[in-house]
C-alpha cells in the first residue's frame, strides 16, 4: 500500500502538504497547471493587486552562490559553487485581476482536487483601501479558489502603506483580516514579514482579525553585495541598489527561529512554513515545530521553473520517513506534527555543567544590591 501523504489544513483536504508559494512559479496559467500535474498538492498564485505594478528596469531576480574551496559568495556564474540564497526585488504580479479572472476558474476546474490558493494585495490606512482588499477577495473566491492568501510580507513594496509596512504594525494585520474576514467565504491565511522584533506579535493581531493561518517567511530584507573588482553592487540599475529579498537555503534556520516562535505561542493554531526548503529533511522542521503544510519557491525556480524533481523528492521522502517510522504507529503527518515545538525554549532553560550553581545569569540571591552612592564633597 502507497503512503497515504494527505493532510486537512485549515479545513481544507491537500493530497500532499507540499504547495509552490507565491512568486514566478505561480504566476501564469501554464505554469500553474503544469505545476499540479508534476505533483504538487496545491499553489499559492502569485499576489494579485489592483494597483498599477511596474517593475525595476534589469534583472529582478538572481541567485548567490558559494564557492566550495574558498569563502567566495557571489551572484557570479562559476563552477565548483553551491547555491547559497536567491535575491529579488520583485514587485507583485504586473497581470491586472481581470487577466486572472477567467483564468483562476478554469484551472481550478481543470484540477477540481488540487488546492489553488490566492495571494492577494492591496493598501491600508484607508477606507478606500480596505474595500480593494474585499474586491480581491470576492474577485478571487468567485473564480473558486479553495483559500486566500493576504501578503502582509513583500520587503520591497514601492508603496509604503503595502507589504510587510503592513505586518510590521499589529493593528493593520488585524484590521486588515477583518475586513477580509467580513466578505470571504474560504479560509483566510495571512503571510507575515520576517523584519519585526518578535514575530507572535503580529500573528496574535492577525488571529484577532480572524485569520484562519499563518504563512511564514516571505524573503528577508538584505541588498545585494559589492564586486570587489568593479566596486558595483552585483545586482543595481545605473549603478544604484535597493533592499530586497534574500530566500533559499541561507534563510532556513532564519524562517525556522520565527516559525518557532509562533507555534510556541500557539499551539493549536495552523501554520504554512515557508523558506528555504527543497527536500523532505528541509520541510520535516517545520512540521516537527507544528506547521500543517510547507511552501516552496527558489527551490523550485531553479528546477524547470515550477519544480517537477522537487516535489518528486519531498513526496517520496515523506513516504519513505513514513515508512520508516511506521513501527511508531505513524500513519500520516498528524501523527509527528509538532513533536519538537516544545523542545525549544529560553537559554536558561538549557542545562549546565553544573545546573546547582547556575540561576538565570543571576547572583545566587537575585541582583546584587546596588553599592551606596558615593557621598557628595560638602565642599563649596
Ligand atoms: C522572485 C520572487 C518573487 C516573489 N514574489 C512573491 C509574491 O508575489 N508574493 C509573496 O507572498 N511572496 C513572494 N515571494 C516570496 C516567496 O513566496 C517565499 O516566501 C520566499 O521566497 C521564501 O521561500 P524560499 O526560501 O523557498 O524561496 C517571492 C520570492 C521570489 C524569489
Known amino acids: 500500500m502507497s503512503a497515504d501523504l494527505s493532510v486537512v489544513f485549515t479545513g481544507i483536504r ?22 499540479f500535474e508534476a505533483g504538487w498538492g496545491g499553489v499559492v498564485t502569485k499576489t494579485i493587486g489592483l494597483h498599477p ?39 507583485i504580479s504586473d497581470k491586472p485581476m481581470d487577466w486572472w479572472v477567467g483564468r483562476l476558474s478554469k484551472i481550478k476546474k481543470a484540477h477540481p482536487s488540487k488546492v489553488l490558493v490566492a495571494s492577494i494585495m492591496a493598501g491600508s490606512g484607508s477606507d ?8 480581491l477577495t470576492k ?17 520591497h513594496m514601492d508603496r509604503d502603506d503595502m507589504g510587510s509596512n503592513i505586518g510590521k504594525s499589529q493593528g493593520l494585520c488585524s484590521v486588515v483580516t477583518q475586513a477580509v474576514k467580513e466578505v470571504a467565504k474560504v479560509p483566510v491565511w495571512c503571510k507575515l514579514t520576517p523584519s ?27 541588498i545585494p553585495l559589492i564586486d570587489p573588482e568593479t566596486l558595483e553592487f552585483e545586482m543595481s540599475v545605473d ?35 515557508i523558506g528555504g526548503v527543497s527536500d523532505f529533511s528541509h520541510a520535516l522542521n517545520y512540521f516537527l515545530l507544528g506547521c500543517g503544510t510547507v511552501q516552496v519557491c527558489t527551490a523550485a525556480m531553479l528546477d524547470h521553473a515550477i519544480g517537477p524533481n522537487v516535489i518528486r523528492t519531498l513526496k517520496q521522502g515523506m513516504a519513505e520517513f513514513l515508512e520508516k517510522n511506521a513501527h511508531r504507529g ?37 541582583y546584587a544590591a546596588p553599592e551606596p552612592a558615593p557621598e557628595l564633597s560638602k565642599k563649596a
Not at 551572484?75 to 553551491?82: F, L
Not at 474577485?139 to 513583500?154: I, K, M
Open 139 to 155: 474577485a478571487c473566491q468567485n473564480e473558486g479558489v479553495d483559500a486566500l492568501e493576504l501578503n502582509f510580507s513583500c520587503p
Open 14 to 35: 491537500f493530497e500532499n502538504p507540499f504547495l509552490l508559494a507565491s512568486a514566478p512559479p505561480t504566476e501564469s496559467e501554464s505554469n500553474i497547471l503544469r505545476a
Open 53 to 91: 505594478v511596474v517593475n525595476v528596469a534589469g534583472a529582478k531576480t538572481k541567485f548567490l552562490r558559494s564557492d566550495i574551496e574558498t569563502p567566495r559568495i557571489s551572484m557570479k556564474n562559476r563552477p565548483a559553487s553551491v547555491l547559497h540564497s536567491s535575491w529579488n526585488w520583485e514587485l
Open 330 to 366: 505513524w500513519r500520516s503527518l498528524e501523527d509527528f506534527r509538532g513533536l519538537r515545538r516544545d523542545n525549544v525554549v529560553p537559554q536558561s532553560q538549557i542545562r549546565r555543567p553544573n545546573p546547582d550553581e547556575y540561576h538565570g545569569g543571576h547572583e545566587a540571591e537575585g
Open 128 to 135: 478606500k483601501e480596505l474595500h480593494n482588499w474585499q474586491l
Open 239 to 273: 549603478g544604484y541598489t535597493s533592499s530586497g529579498g534574500l530566500g533559499g537555503p541561507a534563510i532556513l534556520p532564519l524562517a525556522l527561529a520565527k516559525m518557532s516562535r509562533m507555534t510556541r505561542a500557539f499551539p493549536d493554531k495552523s501554520f504554512s512554513g
Open 196 to 222: 519585526t522584533t518578535d514575530i507572535a506579535v503580529e500573528a496574535g493581531a492577525a488571529f484577532r482579525g480572524g485569520a484562519d493561518a499563518i504563512s511564514s517567511s516571505n524573503t528577508f530584507p538584505s
